[in-house]
């Protein structure tokens, strides 16, 4: 979704309300990731004393694996973002989000910051035993000779 800020750049107390959905056909690109709902995309474009911020929520669900027994469940999942966003930058930039031609890509932001909060680990419940590492077996539901041999 293109958002153009031109007069959120020129008129200070302006705001914009977002509102909308990325749907999961447009996030099928992305590798290792099923989405199972669309990305909700909510919150506001505001200019605060001329710094314009963009503040928004993700909500989504999530087809995911569990990283020690291979489970899958599906998890639904909430971030918060928050950016300043300026017209233009001198130098490097890391710390904002520059209006190319006076508009932003709110899909491109919103997508990098949700692959960015992502968890690196995914885990079915905190105290996951995993599956053994000589017969596979889901040690959550089971036990087997290789593990009460090493107790």
Known sequence: MKINLKQLFSITGESKD?????????????????????VSVKGRIYNKADVVYLKFSLDFAMLIT????????????HFDCEHIVVPYVSGDN?????????SIEL???AVTDLLLQLPTKNL?????KGLCMVC?????ESTCEHQTSEL
Request: glycine share 6%.
């Open 18 to 38: 977002i509102d909308y959905k990325i749907e999961v056909d447009e996030l099928s690109e992305i590798k290792g990731c099923i989405f199972s709902t669309p």
């Open 66 to 77: 569990c990283d020690r027994c291979l489970k899958e469940m599906m998890r639904d999942y």
């Open 94 to 102: 890391d710390e904002y989000i520059v209006a190319d031609g006076e």
């Open 107 to 109: 899909n491109e932001i």
């Open 124 to 128: 079915c419940k905190d105290d996951c």
């Open 136 to 140: 596979g077996c889901d040690l959550n």
